[in-house]
């Protein structure tokens, strides 16, 4: 198959895969009793954040000279992307809404996910100058706060009480659908997203090589592309839902699993040091959590704003794009 075949096929397998996984958490939270932000925090948060969780997981695994760099750049090089270019096309999403051009969320929901981002991604940039044994340490410590932040989120909250739209392998079917069809058409959802971001990044990396492009370009900014696809699909389908606290937490939340478990990996299998485009990117990301949650501190915000988060994303990849080969040698 072609470059352009592979794109369009991955597109259309990861949109078909988004609607499947978000009809399908929303009834699991549902039926589950979880409070909102949980379902989007935790339930669709884990789910698609699997394709950015295999990345350094596999790039490791298959033992490559590039496999540290491009593992790495995966892990911090995805809560950037969610951060900023995530976050600008749920801002778009919201200005379609004629009616409502604001974000609602709960200010609660906000605070714990990016708060445990924050300190997460905090201990992980201290691992950087830290020895071998002690970011072992570390690695125990942000997996001892996630496993906190998931019991603070179960016990967060107040279930809702609105019924879902029905559950899409048995639309004509009348009541709820069986716990077994829920977890049926969610793997099947999972299965589809993980499938079609393997297929994006397959097509990305053959036009990244046929252009040449630095290894730490497409490990920082080209495969976390691929790999936020479905959050930021997930995203734009729940605002036009005016589902917006699940919206909010399917990019808030990736972003404080991809702090705790991908970021324990790294620091245990991977050398851990990012070099300077790396270690900007870092600290780029945990700006851009700080100027986020001030942002929804309120628990609103314009679709401006938010459409305004990718611009320090654009001004990275420009960097990269004109900068990387010599920061890279250096």
Do not use: K
Request: charged share 10%; hydrophobic share 55%; with cysteine.
């Amino acid at each position: 198959m072609t470059t352009a075949g592979l794109f369009v096929a991955s597109i259309l397998i990861i949109v078909g895969g988004s609607e499947l996984f978000t009809n399908a958490v929303e009834w699991a939270g549902h039926r589950l009793g979880l409070a909102r932000g949980a379902t989007g925090s935790l339930l669709a948060a884990l789910g698609t954040a699997l394709p950015e969780t295999t990345v350094p997981i596999v790039a490791v695994a298959g033992r490559r000279p590039s496999a540290d760099g491009v593992a790495v750049g995966a892990i911090l090089g995805a809560p950037l992307l969610l951060l900023t270019l995530g976050l600008a096309v749920t801002g778009i999403a919201v200005l379609s809404r004629h009616d409502a051009r604001e974000l609602v969320v709960e200010p609660r929901q906000v605070h714990r996910d990016l708060g445990t981002f924050i300190a997460g991604f905090s201990i992980l940039m201290v691992g950087f100058v830290l020895p071998e044994w002690a970011r072992v340490v570390a690695a125990i410590a942000v997996l001892v706060l996630y496993a906190g932040y998931v019991r603070a989120t179960l016990r967060g909250g107040d279930p809702s009480l609105t019924e879902p739209e029905p559950l899409h392998l048995v639309r004509r079917r009348p009541g709820a659908p069986p716990s077994a069809l829920i977890g049926l058409q969610l793997m099947v959802g999972v299965a589809a997203l993980i499938g079609g971001a393997e297929l994006f990044v397959r097509a990305i990396e053959d036009l990244a090589h046929s252009l040449t492009l630095a290894p730490l370009l497409l490990s920082l900014v080209v495969v976390p592309v691929a790999t936020e696809l479905p959050e930021t699909l997930n995203s734009v389908l729940w605002v036009r839902a005016r589902s917006d606290w699940l919206a909010l937490g399917n990019v808030a939340g990736a972003t404080a699993f991809q702090a705790c478990i991908p970021g324990a990996f790294g620091l245990v299998f991977t050398s851990w040091r990012p070099g300077p485009l790396g270690l900007a990117s870092a600290l780029l990301s945990l700006a851009m959590s700080g100027a986020v949650l001030a942002l929804l501190r309120r628990g609103r915000s314009r679709g401006w704003w938010l459409l305004c988060c990718g611009l320090p994303w654009v001004v990275l990849v420009a960097v990269i794009a004109t900068t990387g080969q010599r920061l890279q040698a250096s």
